[in-house]
Structure formats: C-alpha cells, structure tokens
C-alpha cells in the first residue's frame, strides 16, 4: 500500500466518480450552477430568488431546513413503555402528542411495535392468522442479557424516551416530526425490543439515573444514547452529559460518529446519511484519529433513503492515498480505479437495508502512520450511487 499525505487533487479526481453532472437547465429544485461564478442559483420552486456560494451550501441549507415526516393510522393501541410524563420550559408532556397509538406508515396492518418485532427477530416470526401482529419470534435484549420468544415478554422501548425527548428539546417539534421520532423504523438505535419489566425500570430516565443491567452493554447504551440525541439535535443536562462522558472516557462530543449527508448522483439531492468512526485499544468513546501499535477498529454506518430499503444494494468504500484512488474489496484489497464507476468492486455485494445498519470496516493495528479519505456509498441495482457528501479523514499517528 502506498502511504503519502493526502493530495487535494485526488480529491478532485474522485468526485467525477461520484457526482452527477447537471447541463445548463434547473435541476428538480428549481436551481443551477452559474458556471462563470461557481456560484447556485434558484429561479423556481420553493428557493425561487435564492442564491448560494456553492451547491454544497445550498444542499446544507436544505438538509438543515427539512423536518423528519411520519405518519400515524394504526388502530391498535401503543406500549406502556416511557410512561413517565414530565415538564419542559416551554410546553407540559403530553405523550399522546407523540404517540397516540403505534403508526401503521405503509397500511400494511403491521404498526411500529410488530414492525420492530419483526425486524429485531433472531428467526423468521411466526404472525397470527391476520398476519397484522406477531405471535412468536426470537429477541435477543442487549439490555439485559436475555432472550425472549413471546413478543408479550417485551416492550418496544425507546432509547431516548418520548418525555426526556420532550424536555431535550421536542417540545418545539410540531406534532408530525414528533410522531416521527415516536415512530422512527429507520435508525436503528431509536426503538428496540427490550425486556417489558427492565423498560418499566427505565421509564423515562437518562443514564444519570438509569444504566442496563448488563454492564458489558452500557459502552454501547450511552454511545447510542448519543447518537439518537445527536441525530435529533436534542440537548442534554449536566448529570446526564457527566454521566455519558464517564462511560465514554472522553468528551460527549466523541460519543458519536462523525456524520455527513448522501448525494444521490442522478439527482444530486440529499438521500440518507453515512457515518464513520475510530476506537483505539478497548476506549468506549470515538477518538478522532487511530493510535499506532494499538488495536484501531475503523467502523461505519449508512441510513439509506427510505424509498432504497429492502432493494439489493452494493455497499462501495472508496479510498484515496495520496494521488491514487481505489475501491476496497471485502478481502480489504485495494482495487485500482480505471475510470469507470460501475467497476468499482463492493465492500459488501448484494445486500439490503431493512433499517440504518453499521458495519466493521477495519481491525487492525497499524505499524506505520497513514493519512487517506475515505468515501462511503451504496450503489442501486441501477447503477446509481448514493455517496457521502465529503470524505472523511483518516489518520493512524
């Protein structure tokens, strides 16, 4: 493997791999590079009159500006989990506010609860004779330690619950962004299958004052915990941020990985999100670059556009070293790039998204130092390529 510092022109190089060119028309958003200034402009739609110093700026402006949709019609009642109501500055709990009843999104008959049942099941579930609920399956709870094959045993529990969301920040949410978070299938970390008598322990409590019960989990308890909170833009007390930052052994602003926007290249409009991060040795907390002669793990993860669930995907890890740019194998080769994006090799070939998923991307301990940005995507069975929209660096030192 070559090692040099990463070059600027590399960087160049990489996005014509990625980006989808437009001509000199509007693209679906009413808008267009203006090539003597590099600059965006908006002539039609909802930014009509808008201009932006680059169309990254103007895709930012959009990411920042969209609310997260949701949908409530299921007729069946929600779980007793985050039972406890509480106060914020701005508004009381009210939980039927955020989940009246768990949503049936797609009305298929199967709400939220019986969709995590059956997205967190160890074995295909067996469903009742509506096929609308689950009657039997395997669900392994982190938090306890335990298994369960009776979907009765078990709460769908938020992680961070409905009131402390409220008292985070959510009580400024209107009432559709908040019965999407209630509701939230896409990001893993937000609801999960847990033990009905562990979750009423739980209630409503952050991890100043509630930890799982098995300890070998809480590492990842408060990890997630923060990237829920961080997905969401919601904020934290003083104990609880104290709390998380003991178990990270570093900063809350570690407890997390580093998250950008996708790109969808035929379209050039923000679809999903990827997300990468480095532990070195046995750390909880992420560092920002790896440590050499230790264990480094390099992981990653993607939320894919909804409309991309259950397809059959590539997931593609493109590297580039210095000038060269390469697609990484899953035998972790690095294969050259010759010009052609639909021959760069997938990091894992043919699989699906049911939700947001994480991969391990390296474990390793290095011997030399290394700088190389790395470049995340899943490619449709169409060949389109959803890819982060910036790189992110990496450096073993």
């Not at 014509?16 to 002539?43: D, E, W």
């Not at 895709?59 to 039972?83: C, E, F, K, R, V």
């Not at 130092?369 to 790189?391: F, K």
């Amino acid at each position: 493997m070559k090692r040099s510092n990463l070059n600027i022109s590399a960087i160049l190089m990489l996005y014509p791999i990625l980006a989808f060119a437009h001509g000199g028309g509007l693209n679906s958003y009413g808008c267009h590079n203006q090539s003597s200034t590099s600059t965006h402009h908006c002539h039609s739609g909802d930014y009509e009159g808008m201009s932006f110093a680059s169309q990254a700026d103007f895709l930012a402006y959009i990411a920042d500006q969209s609310d997260i949709s949701g949908d409530d019609t299921s007729d069946n009642s929600a779980d007793s989990s985050d039972s406890s109501s509480g106060n914020s500055e701005d508004s009381t709990y009210n939980r039927d506010d955020y989940l009246p009843y768990w949503a049936d999104a797609d009305g298929d008959c199967i709400n939220t609860r019986h969709e995590v049942l059956i997205l967190e099941s160890r074995v295909p579930v067996k469903m009742t004779e509506s096929g609308c609920s689950v009657a039997s399956g395997e669900w392994y709870d982190p938090l306890t330690g335990q298994t369960f094959t009776d979907p009765s045993d078990v709460d769908i529990d938020h992680h961070v619950a409905l009131s402390e969301a409220h008292r985070s920040g959510a009580a400024e949410w209107n009432t559709e962004r908040k019965r999407a978070f209630a509701n939230d299938l896409l990001n893993s970390y937000t609801l999960q299958a847990t033990d009905d008598s562990t979750n009423a322990s739980k209630s409503d409590k952050d991890p100043a004052n509630w930890l799982p019960p098995n300890e070998s989990f809480r590492c990842d308890y408060v990890k997630n915990w923060v990237e829920v909170k961080s997905l969401y833009d919601l904020t934290y007390d003083d104990a609880e941020k104290a709390a998380i930052e003991d178990i990270l052994g570093t900063t809350i602003d570690n407890g997390a990985r580093k998250t950008v926007n996708g790109l969808q290249a035929s379209t050039a409009e923000v679809a999903g999100r990827f997300s990468l991060g480095i532990t070195n040795n046995d750390n909880c907390g992420y560092s920002p670059s790896g440590s050499l002669y230790s264990s480094v793990l390099i992981d990653f993860a993607i939320a894919p556009k909804e409309e991309h669930l259950n397809e059959l995907i590539d997931i593609l890890v493109v590297a580039v070293l210095g000038t060269d740019i390469y697609s990484v194998s899953n035998q972790l080769q690095l294969v050259p790039y010759k010009g052609n994006a639909s021959q760069l090799v997938a990091f894992v070939p043919q699989t699906s998204f049911k939700e947001s998923r994480q991969f391990e991307f390296i474990k390793t301990s290095f011997d030399s130092p290394i700088s190389v940005s790395i470049y995340l995507a899943y490619r449709l069975s169409n060949g389109d390529l959803i890819y982060s929209s910036e790189s992110f660096e990496v450096s073993i030192n």
